[in-house]
Every structure is written in structure tokens, then in C-alpha cells.
């Protein structure tokens, strides 16, 4: 036992000695993040650190870890460290305010735009040329379209897509509750694979070569344009969908620990300046800022967007009516069917 | 036998330690994570369990599962056992090399394994290309899945019967061969009992391998609800939703259903060697 204590003391007085050292030397951050913002934020983080220099502040580095939304979710209410979490839905963060109690309830109030710096929305990415001719979600549920989707119960962007598919029939002349069942079940019908992620997904139709039509996030759609050819995909895009808001926020409880909180508030400020903006919009995300969504509005085509708290009323009530166990997504697969 | 003291001399001394550091060791790697496993499924009720366990789509999956781990494990034992014997008896050129591939499975990162069989295997694939106008689908249905739980399970197999097999003594066969047996009646009477038990062990390992398999498979499976959805994706569809009691409830069934197996080919194979001696 002896040995260990005086190990352990020795530690403790380390630590005591080395924390205030540390805090005017480097300071470090955890952005724990979903898959498609990795370039996005590799990008900010460079952008941020001079900026935090020029205001002063000492040299920044800030870390990121990147995977499905929900798994980035668990890790943090399991302790992993991060500082900031910019996640796919508001739905992962509001179960680590819940779950883990590691932020305040009302976590989304605390910036502007429900906490959304930036927004996406859902496209079509078909082959080029459109050759099954996809305009709009009608065409979606034709008996000779093959439609690749993820799973929404374990991937975050799918949501996104069945709600956006849910939101369009619903808002049709005579669009009920039953009717945007019956055009949702016949959408899923067309799906021939239901990847876990929507990077599996984006892989299953452009590599694979599977299915008529992707629905994809907007800046997942650019992307695998641009990385993979003009010459083989182009985007559709419908004329209704949802507004995707992928929020951020700080992680109260490990911030006020590691001391952190002043650079990581301003972190997450900083997306919402003309110069953060601007990154967002590179990579294609939607600019919240008039004037930057302005000037890259020749990038994003104006499309109707109706938003989850006035379809669906807020993530808790969508997640719990469709995509819980026994929901309607559920039952669009249950057995006999 | 059973009345041996348990503390005898032995040549090698430090029996206490070396056994209290084998309880210590798996303890701490194997039964500490299990027991977790039972105290969060705990916190669920009996008709909670059941209703978590037995749903249809669990229940679907369970056969996806079982099935093509069962299968894929039948035709390892098989072709493993071919394969093994080549390395052994036959001399090939670049035997060496034929032997460490053998492993590659084992050393490969199975998300790597899946997404290169899922391109081989799709329909614009190496191999699917030519399967797809036949009419057989492999990628993005149940049959992928099946040669996902092949590829990755080939190894156990080899590895445990390759050392029996070397041990076997050719002079055995010999002497068959001069008492007047056939080819097929020495592998049958003579090899064959002989191998059974590893045979036997390897097929475990792989069925079991199979049915823990996820990295692999999901790249390859198409996910489909009822259809080709394995278990261990529901345990992540559950932990998704933040279900941690119900994806530990359902790891649990997956817990004793291989521990059963286990036990059932453990029995087989005491049976087995009985009947050889």
C-alpha cells in the first residue's frame, strides 16, 4: 500500500503543479463531431487558432473525433473528454444533457439559431444524365426506382431523410397523416439496402453501383460529386425538404473542470462570424449569415424548407413516434409485410 | 485420479501464485465484463426481457445469425479440413505462402474485409459480375452474409487441425495399407477419428467467431428488417437509441446461446475421443 500512496501523492502534487503551467501554455480542445464535418472542421480549427492568437489568447489545438452521431453521443456520456460536441441532431445532444447531466437542459437557447451555426438540407444525388428522370419525392416511390438510404435507426442523417420524405407527403394537397405513411412505407419499399451510415450508404451507390437514387445531405452530395467525377453523378434537388440543423454546443461539465470554458465558448462563437461562415459555406453547408449565404447563393439552389419543431415538434417527439422501438418505421419492416 | 492432493510437488514450483494469477487474470478480462453485461440487463424486468429478446425482428435475426454461422461453420470444417491436409501431406510451391495467407483472415480489419468482399461481390464486382446474370444475388443479401462468416472463420479451422495432422504418423497409414484397407476405409477408420475432435473444435470457434461477427458482415448484409439483419446490428440499433438495458438483454441471449454451443461440441468431443480410444 505505502508504495502506492506515495505514488499516488506524487502524482496529485505533479498534476497541482503542472495544471496552472499548462493552462498558460497550450491549451487543448475535444471537438467530437459526426462524419461529414471532418474536413469542414480541419479547415476551422487552423482558422480559429489564428484568430484566437490575433485576439491575444494563447496557442490553441484543438483535437476531433469523428463517427456516427449517436456512437459520438455514447462516447461522451461514457467520459470521453470533449469540450465541444457538433453533432448531427439535437436528438444525440439533448441524451447527453439527459443521460449524463454533462450540460443544462435548455442547451439549444444558448446560441442563436437553436444552436445551429450552420444548416444543411436533404438532395437527391442520381446518375448522370438522370436516367430513371427523378425530379421530385414523387418519383421516389415508382415501382422502378431504387432508392439507397441508410437505416434511421442507427444513423442520424437517415432521420433526416425519412422525416424530409414524411414533412413532403404531408404537406401534399390532401396530405394527412395516413397519406405520408403510405407514401413513406412505399418509399422504403423501393430500398434494396439499408446501410448503417450515410457514408456506407453514399459508398453502396457510387462505388457499388446500386440503386436509381441517393438521398443524401447537401455537403454529402457536393462531396462525393466532387471527389468522384461531374461526369458520373449530379444533384436533384426537390422542390420541398427539411431543414437539417446540426447543432453544437458546449459541454459544460468537462470545460468547468478542465478550465477551459473561455476558449471553448468562443470556439463555438466563432462559427457564427463572417470568416466562420465562410468555411461552413466552402464546404457546403448553408450560411446563416445573410450576407455570406448571398454571396455563395449561386452554390445552393433556394429550395421550400420546413423545419422538425414545426412538422414534427422537435426531435423528442419525432424520435419517439417514428424511429423508437415499435414505431412507424418499425412497422413499415414489421413481420408479414 | 480423484484422490491426488491439488498442491502436490511438481518439477515447476509456485502453483499457488500461478493459479491465483489465472483466477486474478480472468476475472479481471473475462468475468468482470461479463457480470457487467448481467447487471445492466438487470435493471430490465422478466416480461421486459422476454418482450426485448423475442421480437419478431429479433427472432428474424437470430435465424440470420445462427443460420449462416452454422453453415459458413459447416463448410469450414470441410474445406478447412482439405486445406489443412494440403498443407501438410503435399509439398506445393510456395507452401509457405499458402500457410500464412491461411491467417490473413485472423490479421485482417474486418470493416477492410467487408467493404473489399462487398466490391468483389457486388453486382459491378469482380465475382458478382458473373453470378448477378445467373441470378445469384451474394451482395446486399443473406448469401453475403454466409460468405462473410466463410472468409473470416477459414483460419480456425486450418489452425487446429493442422498440428493433429502432423502429428499423425504416416507409418500409421502404412500399416493399414499392408493389413488390406482401402484409401477410404483408412481416412475413415483410421484419419478421420482422429481429426474429429479438432475438427470439431475449429468448427466451434468458427461458428462462434461468425455469430460475434459484425465489421465484416455489415458492409456485405443489406440490413434488411426480417431479412438479412444479424443480431449484433441490433445490439447497435438498440445502443442507438440509447436502449443500453435492451442491446445488453439481447447480448445476453447471444451470451448463452454460445456458451450452449460450447458446451454442446465440449461434450461432443469427450464423446468423440471415448469412442476413438
Same mark, same amino acid.
Given at each position: ?22 493552462? $498558460? ?74 443521460? !449524463? ?15 445551429? *451555426? ?16 427523378? $425530379? ?6 415508382? *415501382? ?5 438510404? *441508410? ?48 457514408? =456506407? ?49 458546449? +459541454? ?27 468555411? !461552413? !459555406? ?20 433556394? +429550395? ?26 418499425? $412497422? ?6 | ?78 474445406? =478447412? ?25 485472423? !490479421?485482417?480489419?474486418?470493416? +477492410? ?15 458478382? $459480375? ?94 434488411? *428488417? ?52
Amino acid at each position: 500500500m505505502k508504495p502506492i500512496k506515495t505514488i499516488a501523492a506524487a502524482a496529485a502534487a505533479f498534476l497541482a503543479l503542472a495544471a496552472p503551467l499548462g493552462a $498558460r501554455a497550450e491549451v487543448s480542445l475535444l471537438n467530437v463531431s459526426y462524419d461529414p464535418t471532418r474536413e469542414l472542421y480541419q479547415d476551422y480549427n487552423a482558422a480559429f487558432a489564428a484568430h484566437w492568437k490575433g485576439k491575444g489568447g494563447g496557442p490553441v489545438t484543438v483535437k476531433q473525433s469523428h463517427g456516427g452521431s449517436g456512437k459520438q453521443a455514447r462516447a461522451v456520456i461514457d467520459g470521453l473528454e470533449a469540450d465541444v460536441v457538433t453533432l448531427a441532431l439535437a436528438y444525440d445532444i439533448d441524451e447527453i444533457a439527459g443521460k !449524463a447531466k454533462l450540460i443544462p437542459a435548455n442547451w439549444q437557447k444558448r446560441l442563436p439559431h437553436n444552436s445551429s *451555426p450552420y444548416t444543411s438540407t436533404i438532395v437527391f444525388l442520381v446518375r448522370k444524365g438522370n436516367p430513371r428522370n427523378i $425530379r421530385d419525392w414523387n418519383d421516389l416511390v415508382r *415501382p422502378d426506382v431504387k432508392v439507397i438510404t *441508410p437505416n434511421p435507426k442507427t444513423s442520424g442523417g437517415a432521420r433526416w431523410n425519412y422525416l424530409a420524405a414524411w414533412g413532403y407527403a404531408l404537406k401534399q394537397k390532401g396530405g394527412s397523416e395516413a397519406t405520408a405513411r403510405d407514401f413513406v412505407t412505399r418509399l422504403y419499399k423501393n430500398v434494396p439496402v439499408l446501410d448503417s451510415g450515410a457514408r =456506407g450508404a453514399t459508398t453502396t451507390f457510387v462505388q457499388r453501383g446500386q440503386g436509381d437514387v441517393l438521398l443524401a445531405w447537401e455537403n454529402e452530395a457536393f462531396l462525393a460529386v466532387n471527389e468522384l467525377g461531374k461526369d458520373k453523378f449530379q444533384i436533384v434537388v426537390p422542390s420541398v425538404s427539411i431543414l437539417a440543423e446540426p447543432p453544437v454546443t458546449v +459541454v459544460d461539465k468537462v470545460v468547468d473542470r478542465k478550465g477551459t470554458r473561455a476558449v471553448a465558448e468562443a470556439y463555438l462563437k466563432y462559427l457564427y462570424t463572417p470568416a466562420g461562415q465562410e468555411i !461552413a !459555406a466552402k464546404h457546403y453547408y448553408r450560411p446563416i449569415d445573410k450576407n455570406v449565404a448571398a454571396k455563395y447563393a449561386p452554390v445552393f439552389p433556394k +429550395v421550400k424548407l420546413f423545419t422538425i419543431d414545426d412538422t414534427f415538434g422537435g426531435w423528442q417527439a419525432a424520435q419517439k413516434k417514428h424511429f423508437a422501438d415499435g414505431g412507424v418505421f418499425d $412497422r413499415i419492416y414489421g413481420p408479414g409485410k | 485420479m480423484a484422490t491426488r492432493p491439488i498442491t502436490r510437488t511438481t518439477v515447476i514450483p509456485g502453483f499457488g501464485p500461478a493459479l491465483g494469477y489465472t483466477v486474478f487474470y480472468l476475472s479481471l478480462v473475462v468475468l468482470l465484463p461479463l457480470s457487467a453485461l448481467a447487471v445492466k440487463t438487470a435493471s430490465l424486468t422478466w416480461g421486459e426481457f422476454l418482450a426485448t429478446v423475442a421480437a419478431p425482428r429479433v427472432l428474424a435475426s437470430y435465424r440470420v445469425t445462427f443460420g449462416a454461422a452454422l453453415a459458413a461453420a459447416g463448410v469450414n470444417a470441410v474445406f =478447412g479440413l482439405l486445406v489443412a491436409w494440403v498443407l501438410v501431406r503435399y509439398r506445393v510451391p510456395g507452401k509457405r505462402l499458402i500457410d500464412a495467407l491461411v491467417d490473413l483472415p485472423f !490479421a485482417l480489419p474486418t470493416a +477492410v474485409a467487408g467493404i473489399t468482399l462487398s466490391s468483389v461481390y457486388a453486382a459491378n464486382g469482380w465475382i458478382g $459480375r458473373f453470378l448477378e446474370p445467373r441470378g445469384i444475388e451474394v451482395a446486399f443479401t443473406p448469401l453475403g452474409i454466409f460468405v462473410a462468416m466463410t472468409f473470416i472463420g477459414l483460419p480456425f479451422v486450418v489452425r487446429t487441425v493442422q498440428p493433429v495432422l502432423e502429428e499423425l504418423e504416416e507409418e500409421i497409414e502404412e500399416a493399414a495399407a499392408c493389413l488390406g484397407a482401402t484409401r477410404w476405409q483408412t481416412f475413415r477408420r483410421v484419419l478421420f477419428p482422429e481429426l474429429f475432435p479438432a475438427a470439431l473444435t475449429g468448427f466451434a470457434l468458427a461458428f462462434a467467431r461468425g455469430v460475434g461477427e459484425y465489421g465484416s458482415i455489415i458492409f456485405i448484409a443489406g440490413n434488411m *428488417p426480417m431479412v438479412s439483419e444479424i443480431t449484433p446490428l441490433l445490439i447497435i440499433t438498440k445502443l442507438e437509441q440509447y436502449d443500453y438495458a435492451g442491446a445488453t438483454a439481447i447480448a445476453t441471449v447471444m451470451l448463452l446461446f454460445s456458451f450452449l454451443m460450447l458446451l454442446a461440441v465440449n461434450l461432443l468431443q469427450k464423446w468423440s475421443r471415448r469412442h476413438a480410444a
